[in-house]
């Protein structure tokens, strides 16, 4: 497309006009945190977070951190993408990390082994007949539980119109509930190897990024997509416009639901066990990561970009006070004043925007 | 000036009538607008102008009368219905999503897709934005670059959008109600120009104002609502001033009831 032809009536195409995309300030911050770890590393430990500083590896980058750090946001990466949609939408869903727990919790109860090894009956075996089942069941019975969950949401909030926080705080307090009396609060373990497999070394990056890659192209280049924007941007001139408004909800918080199911698939694989007790605070973090991502909680404005970039700043922030042997407590700290510190930015970006034109 | 008399009637209503309870805010009201005539619509706060137009569009549902649209009677259950069928309407308070560009905007809930495929159907996204240069050439709306939201832009710019949307749909009939209210100077001549675009084009358009100004310069005629009924219909020829609409707006002057507003 010729540049003239986006401007209009004898002005010609302003590329100063052209807003810069939010996402590169969400790129600038990921460089400026790992550079202020960086010199920290150099300064304090001698290292670099990174790069490959002493030479055990055979690239320039020190591989095991790269992949420490992306493998530790992927999971609640997963749940991320589906805070995204419901954010941009201008809802907000804090059931997701107790969606995890129900859902591994029922997923893990399918893929069960009758035995760990030969002669040895699995002692965490939930019922006596239901067991080494092909590895689709749990993943197909899970789902379900997911999608059931975020449906129950999505209805909620579309048809009795209580306030999206209201209805998932419901389904939060709800989901753990049913993840505790699932197996009357005791871990399930012992899942066969193809379940096993699937959140085994690198798969949840894999998971995380093909479904990021998936969302990005959905929320870009489909009607779903631009729904999502129009309601999240003006909910009654959407619905002014002829979109189904509660339809469409239904369906976000559903793909949320499923979103959740799917972390808590790969969460319970990887751990090889599930616990009633899995996935607190994920929809936290989860919300953490969109908004560090420049997803606006007034809704309308965001991406699958931004929120995957509001991961990595998540992962680099973990990875870097290990690297520097500093205490949880300050990670959190940080973690809490770099939500804040997101927030207060983009506002005054928008602010300085609007000002300018 | 041009009659229209003998032209193709767009819209006439018939004996439109709504009762809120037992408030009459609109009591039998007769009118008809031709294919490529500008009608404005004058009166007081609560003479019932509103609820003329939200009959008409189906915002609300009549208490009793005919619209009849082309020819046809009909009966639209919702706004969209409305806009299906022909009738835009550009609000005061504009129905536009901020963070979305100009091509999302125009096509809201209605856009083009190249692959059917449900809530996933893949936009066309130059078809798109192709219809929305047309549409804006049309109207001849001056948008530095159209893929930017329009939260940043001038609210003459961002009623112009508004109003560019019945160009690029080929609308039957364009409803304005106070388009230029909240706009200042500049702004409001743009407004302006594209409704003198639409009338070169043959659109018809019916116009709610206030400005008495704005009316002379831009319509053909004025129909003046006045406690729920039609008390006037003129003309604006070089007979009719500005004294006598205020006039008949307030009720110092009293038009027999027009039972063929025409």
Known sequence: ?357 | MLDYTNAEVVLETRDLTKHYGGVHALEGANFKIHKGEHVAIMGDNGAGKSTFVRQITAVEQRTRGDIILNGQPTQFDSPIEAREAGIETVFQNLALADDLDVPSNLFLGREKVKFKLGPFSILDNKAMREATMAGLVKTGVKIPNILNSIQNMSGGQRQCVAIARTAAFHSKLTIMDEPTAALGVQETAQVENIIRTLKEQQEPVILISHNMRQVFDLMDRIVVFRRGRICANLTIDGSIKPEDVVAYITGAKTGEEFPEAM
Do not use: C
């Open chain 1, 1 to 357: 497309m010729s540049q003239s032809s986006h401007g209009i009536g004898g002005l010609t195409f302003d590329e100063k006009k052209k807003a810069r995309a939010p996402e590169w300030n969400v790129f600038f911050a990921l460089l400026l945190i790992v550079g202020i770890f960086e010199g920290l590393g150099a300064l304090l430990m001698g290292q670099s977070l990174l790069f490959d500083s002493a030479d055990r590896f055979d690239s320039i980058f020190n591989e095991a951190r790269l992949k420490i750090i992306i493998l530790q946001v992927a999971i609640i990466g997963i749940i991320a993408l589906g805070s995204t949609q419901v954010i941009i939408l201008g809802g907000i869903d804090l059931s997701p990390g107790s969606i995890v727990g129900v859902t591994a919790m029922i997923a893990m109860s399918f893929a069960q082994v009758a035995e760990i090894s030969a002669g040895v009956v699995n002692p965490k075996l939930m019922w006596a007949g239901i067991s080494d089942l092909p590895v689709i069941v749990p993943i197909v019975i899970g789902l379900a539980v997911g999608i059931a969950a975020g449906a129950i949401n999505g209805l909620l909030i579309a048809y009795t119109r209580i306030p999206p926080f209201i209805a998932t705080l419901g389904m939060m307090v709800f989901a753990r509930g049913a993840a505790k009396w699932w197996s009357k609060g005791q871990p399930i373990s012992f899942p066969t190897d193809s379940y096993a497999a699937l959140g085994a070394g690198m798969m949840p990056v894999f998971i995380f990024i093909a479904l990021a890659i998936l969302f990005h192209l959905i929320l870009k280049y489909t009607v779903y997509g631009k729904h999502t924007y129009a309601i999240g941007s003006n909910e009654q001139a959407s619905r002014m416009s002829g979109i189904k408004v509660e339809h469409h909800k239904v369906l976000v918080y559903t793909i949320a639901g499923a979103l959740a199911a799917l972390a808590a698939i790969v969460l319970s694989s990887k751990n090889l066990t599930a616990q009633a007790g899995m996935g607190v605070m994920y929809e936290l973090d989860a919300i953490a990561m969109t908004v560090i991502g420049g997803v606006s909680l007034s809704g309308g404005r965001g991406s699958i970009l931004g929120t995957v970039l509001g991961s990595l700043i998540f992962g680099v922030i973990i990875s870097g006070f290990t690297f520097l042997k500093l205490d949880a407590y300050y990670q959190e700290m940080v973690k809490g004043i770099i939500i804040v510190g997101a927030v207060v930015l983009d506002q005054y970006r928008q602010k300085r925007n609007a000002s300018r034109m």
